[in-house]
């Protein structure tokens, strides 16, 4: 079992920047792929980036160049740096690790960012 836990999330002015960590716990030995998702009201969950064991990156289109993911995997860590942020990108921000084909999610963190 992998237990994932977010935090950084809060209220923002349009322009600020959020920093998301999740913190994976269990008896894990080596994460696969992490990322973060989110989901605004009345919309599906969607990728916003994702990151190998390796450091390969994926991105939504909607955030290139204004987020940035990374991880730490001594503490099997993942983080998500938001800049420039706009109103549009306010929803709830799911964690997700995947460790021996099983996707895991976190509880989620509100961001929500004023105009």
């Known amino acids: 079992q992998v237990q994932l836990v977010e935090s950084g999330g809060g209220l923002v002015q349009a322009g600020g920047s959020l920093r998301l960590s999740c913190a994976a716990s269990?008896?894990?030995?080596?994460?696969?792929?992490m990322g973060w998702y989110r989901q605004a009201p009345g919309k599906q969950r969607e990728l916003v980036a994702a990151i190998t064991s390796g450091g390969s990156t994926n991105y939504a289109d909607s955030i290139k160049g204004r987020f940035t993911i990374s991880r730490d995997n001594a503490k099997n860590t993942v983080y998500l740096q938001m800049n420039s942020l706009k109103p549009g990108v306010t929803a709830v921000y799911y964690c997700?690790?995947?460790?021996?084909?099983?996707?895991?999610w976190g509880q989620g963190t509100q961001v929500t960012v004023s105009s």
């Open positions: 269990g008896s894990i030995f080596s994460i696969n792929a």
């Open positions: 997700t690790a995947n460790y021996i084909s099983i996707n895991y």
